[in-house]
């Protein structure tokens, strides 16, 4: 199946299969049957094998999948050998915490830029990068050629900066704004939103109605 | 329609349906007609009165919805007055991050103890609240009765802690470890996952395939 056609659903349990497989590799699982990877995942055996088949035939009828072998192969349709070059902006509470917190290398990412406007945060360090001025994110854009942003800023910076970045060369953005993409404008665009406010919200709505 | 049975993507639209009124409220509008909001949300007007007519009638034939009053009502709806009782677990590089960068009472929460085990991090203070060791988490849940956790801990830890916080009255988790919730054994567990590294890879995947 071409790439373009594998539904988002898919796409997005792509990670959980890698990070299971991971698992059971390391517990020193060599095979494992779809069905008792299902159970596992809590998933059918009928969807994992038709979530795989969509990227090419994997396993063999009766004896399973190789672990080792699938793992590496999922991690490579997810891309994750990539290291795409990345620009954090804002470098508060949350892009601190993101930057520490998060393992850019293994999941297909390389930090090369933090930015900020605040001047006591620029000039100093995290995770051996130090933090510029935003003013500079242009030249920095030129000269290193970034393919993706995590936006760790207010929605009203990143409405006023999103285009700019785009401008630039920017094509994924890891979004922890409330800034909305329109996505039929950029096309070409690809957005991960993270709303941990909606999440929170939703956790709230569960307990008013619990 | 009763609450029990508004299906998972509404209840997941509401907390974008708040945010988006609030905005327009602090931007001085009054009304709005279901068109104007469609369109502003990238949603359908008929989805949007659907989705609102799950929760009773708002707005009115030919005259839209009154700002304010439907911002309260959603607000309401998600229980945001609720102040639950909330504590988190791991006051790590994200928990930190998190209970920086979070606005618990606006989002339905109260933040009222934070554990750790590591006894360098005990003792220390973070929004007001001293970091407490791990292990007077049972006798603080019998003492103050939270209803809500929020995970901030590796997948190994969260599972041998899941089953003493349930015990212990735990009803809603804020899940940012990669524990999974077995939910069909815990029916009456409200959970919330936030898994920072799938949402990362689901990019890399995108830019992959771009």
């Known amino acids: 199946m071409p790439r373009s056609e594998v539904s988002s ?4 349990r792509l990670p959980r299969y890698y990070r299971f497989l991971g698992e059971l590799k390391r517990q020193g699982v060599i095979h494992i049957s779809s ?5 596992k995942m809590g998933l059918t055996a009928s969807q ?4 795989l088949n969509c990227f090419g035939g994997f396993g063999q ?3 399973g999948y190789n672990i080792e072998q699938l793992h590496e192969a999922v991690g490579n349709i997810l891309g994750l050998q990539a290291a795409n070059k990345t620009i954090l902006i804002g ?3 949350l892009g601190r915490a993101i930057t520490a917190h998060i393992e850019f290398p293994k999941r297909g990412f390389q930090l090369i830029g933090i930015f900020d406007n605040d001047p006591n945060i620029c000039g100093k360090k995290m995770r051996g990068i130090e933090v510029m001025n935003i003013s500079r994110v242009s030249d920095f854009c030129r000269d290193n050629s970034p393919v993706c942003a995590v936006l760790c800023i207010p929605k009203k910076a990143a409405g006023e900066l999103v285009p700019e970045l785009v401008k630039c060369g920017i094509k994924a953005f890891w979004n922890f704004s409330h ?11 690809i957005v991960e939103n993270v709303h941990l406010a909606d999440s929170l919200m939703t956790l709230a709505y569960g307990l008013n109605n619990y």
Do not use: C, H, M
């Open 9 to 12: 659903p898919v796409i997005k």
């Open 35 to 39: 069905r008792e990877l299902s159970e």
């Open 48 to 51: 994992i094998r038709q979530d």
């Open 61 to 63: 009828q009766g004896y």
């Open 91 to 93: 470098a508060g509470n």
């Open 179 to 189: 800034y909305e993409f329109n996505i039929t404008e950029n096309e070409k665009i």
